[in-house]
């Protein structure tokens, strides 16, 4: 790319998610950071960044992809609440606003290459390359842009959503950090229940003739063949799941609830 000599020339630069990350910096800066990275290999369901801890390196998935993970239960289970791609770069949040990593990082596939900048080196290449945190917010920004966007649309038109697309666990964080009040409907199998949500946190579930946690536990089973839509208007009149509990703890126990059902039964 042409390089660029201030920060309005950043902010006029264009940016491509479907291009590799190194492709679209100066060719010095794409070469600063390979001189200083790491290049490390891992195997489908290897850990490449652990979330929850303090981020120590900027990365970029050279080759393979990986998968970003929901909160990984001891049972190992976990939901995709995205990919990356190769040519991506990730992890850069953890180190611009230096809080702790928000997701675990999995290698997806066996062969996956990625580069690891130090922390240190990343924030003195930031340090001698100010404006490039321009292009950096960019990459953030696309991201959050495309989630808000299909959320946006899934609430405004009451869309069905597949659980494969958008996983339960995902939607129902989104409708707790919003507040959003209301009812998702939700279906797999011929089967068919729902879950009411007040003020973002979940109050009233039923399925079939199970109501309240167990209900709650079997539409969750349905995992990612699950279908669901949301409908703002529509509220049940009585409430059978304790509100005390956050939303996330609910899923979560709900979750492990049934793997523990299901490891005693084989």
């Known amino acids: 790319m042409k390089n660029p000599t201030g920060i309005g ?3 006029a630069s264009s940016y491509e998610a479907k291009v590799p990350f190194l492709q679209q910096v100066p060719r010095e800066c794409a070469d600063f950071l390979l001189l200083n990275a790491e290049l490390r290999e ?32 001891p ?13 991506a770069c990730f992890a850069e949040m953890s180190i611009l606003c230096n809080e702790l990593t928000s997701n675990t990082i999995v290698a997806a596939e066996d062969g996956c290459t990625v580069l690891h900048i130090p922390r240190a080196e990343f924030v003195k290449f930031l340090d001698k390359n100010p404006n490039i945190m321009v292009f950096l917010y960019k990459v953030v920004c696309d991201s959050l842009r495309a ?17 494969k697309v958008l996983p339960f666990i995902d939607f129902a964080q989104t409708m707790e950090k919003s507040r959003i009040t209301g009812t998702v409907i939700c279906e797999a199998h011929g089967e068919s229940g729902f ?6 946190r979940i109050c009233c579930a039923k399925s ?8 709650l536990e079997k539409i969750l089973s349905w995992g990612d063949e699950s279908l669901f839509k949301l409908d703002t208007h529509l509220m049940p ?10 939303t996330t703890s ?13 490891s005693a039964q084989k």
Request: charged content about 25%; some cysteine; proline content about 1%.
């Open 9 to 11: 020339d950043w902010i």
């Open 42 to 73: 891992y195997e489908a369901g290897e850990i490449i960044i652990q979330g929850g801890v303090e981020g120590d390196s900027f990365c970029v998935m050279q080759s393979g992809r990986a998968q970003v993970c929901g909160q990984i239960l």
């Open 75 to 87: 049972d190992g289970h976990y939901s995709v609440l995205a990919y990356v791609e190769s040519g």
């Open 147 to 163: 989630k808000n966007k299909a959320f946006d649309e899934f609430q405004r038109l009451s869309l069905l959503a597949s659980g």
């Open 195 to 200: 879950v009411a949500f007040q003020d973002g």
């Open 208 to 215: 079939g003739k199970l109501a309240g946690p167990d209900a």
């Open 237 to 246: 009149e009585v409430v059978n799941i304790n509100q005390m509990s956050d």
């Open 250 to 262: 609910l899923i979560l126990d709900a979750l492990r609830n049934i793997d523990e059902k299901q």
